[in-house]
Every structure is written in C-alpha cells, then in structure tokens.
C-alpha cells in the first residue's frame, strides 16, 4: 500500500521559511517523479513543483519560482520542499503526491498545513 | 495553459446523469485527468488521459474528449458522488487544474 506523509508545516512569518518533508513507502521511489499540490484555504488546487524520479529534473510554478526547491533523497524515500520568502498568499494546505500516467498523481498524502501570518 | 471548468456548482438528486466540462486554451491531446475531492481530504484520481479509468474507480464514471474539449459523466449519481470535481492539464509544465466544480444535492 502506497503511504506518503507530510510534516513540517505551521505558522511562519512573512519573508521566512520553512522546508516541508513527505516520507513514502509501498512503491519504489527511486523511479517515481513526486509532485507538491497545494490549496489555500476554501480555494481550489494548484500545482506547485514536480521532480522526475530518474534524473532528479525539477520543474516550478509560476507562482513559487526562484522561492521554492523541490528535491528527493532517494535513500530516505523522501521528497522535500523547501520554501523561503514565504508570503501571505502561500498559506495553504500543502499536499505530496505520486506521479502517476504522464503527471497525474494517484496517490496523495493527508496534507500538512502551512500559514504564513505575522 | 487555462483550463475552465463548467458548471462551478451544480445540484443534482441521486440516480441522475450528470456533465461537466473542462476547456483548455490551448490544445493539450489527452492529456488531461480528472479529480474528485471531499472536504477536509486529499483529492482522489477519477480518470486520466481523458478517458482511462483509475483502477477501483466505479464505472459509472466516464471521461472523454481531447483537444480543448473534454467531459467528466458520472451517469448514475450516487451518494458519495457529493464532492469537488477538478480537471488537471498534464500536456506541459506548469501543470494547471480547472477551478473545480462543486455538486452538490438537490
């Protein structure tokens, strides 16, 4: 069974940072690109960064380029993603997910809250 | 690459046949999934490349279309079908989702 849990969110400032961790088994990680998916508070989904699984390509979102780094340790089974200048609009539930056919992603994790309040 | 859902609400009443359509700006092939999401969870994988069906999905759930145009049927509404629907272009980075499609019990 696949499992993937997120931790690292909570309250940050304005302008700090924070790195989220989402922990993964039941499936071999190493050949799976991992996906971030957020939502803010009663809003819709938007997809925020991918790795590829072979190579370790990373590939952003408009709205988190040059701010966020998404990265994997393949010996943990772990994806990352590290956040700086975090601003009000980043407040959102920050979902992991495994990429699936093409970029789809068939199995997600509970979600780890992030707010960015002063 | 945009992506509008339509309706963004809906009501319906269990048993009946019911569409929602994603537009995409530009065309995309089939490359497209489709989401169900219910409060307070993590979304669910409904259908990808438009109209392959998620392994454990119920098959009253279809998808078709490609291009621009595309379509989510559930044909027989069922109780547990309540939910936030959303559509998700995987054609090219940055992948987008349709603003969503709530439906909802008459």
């Known amino acids: 069974e696949v499992q993937l849990l997120e931790s690292g969110g909570g309250l940050v400032q304005p302008g700090g940072s924070l790195r989220l961790s989402c922990a993964a088994s039941?499936?071999?990680?190493?050949?799976?690109?991992m996906s971030w998916v957020r939502q803010a508070p009663g809003k819709g989904l938007e997809w925020v960064s991918t790795?590829?699984?072979?190579?370790?390509?990373?590939y952003y979102a408009d709205s988190v380029k040059g701010r966020f780094t998404i990265t994997r340790d393949n010996s943990k089974n772990t994806v990352y993603l590290q956040m700086n200048s975090l601003r009000a609009e980043d407040t959102a539930v920050y979902y992991c997910?495994?990429?699936?056919?093409?970029?789809?992603?068939?199995?997600w994790g509970q979600g780890t809250l992030v707010t960015v309040s002063s | 690459i945009q992506l509008t859902q339509s309706p963004s609400s809906l009501s319906a009443s269990v048993g009946d046949r019911v569409t929602i359509t994603c537009r995409a700006s530009?065309?995309?092939?089939?490359?497209l999934a489709w989401y169900q999401q219910k409060p307070g969870k993590a979304p669910k994988l409904l259908i990808y490349?438009?109209?392959t069906l998620q392994s454990g999905v119920p098959s009253r759930f279809s998808g078709s279309g490609s291009g621009t145009d595309f379509t989510l049927t559930i044909s027989s509404l069922q109780p547990e079908d309540f939910a936030t629907y959303y559509c998700?272009?995987?054609?090219?980075?940055?992948?987008?989702f349709g603003q969503g499609t709530k439906l909802e019990i008459k």
């Open positions: 997910a495994k990429d699936f056919w093409s970029g789809s992603h068939d199995s």
């Open positions: 039941g499936f071999t990680f190493g050949s799976s690109a």
């Open positions: 790795i590829s699984g072979s190579f370790g390509s990373t």
């Open positions: 530009q065309g995309i092939s089939t490359y």
């Open positions: 490349a438009a109209s």
């Open positions: 998700q272009q995987i054609n090219s980075y940055p992948y987008t």
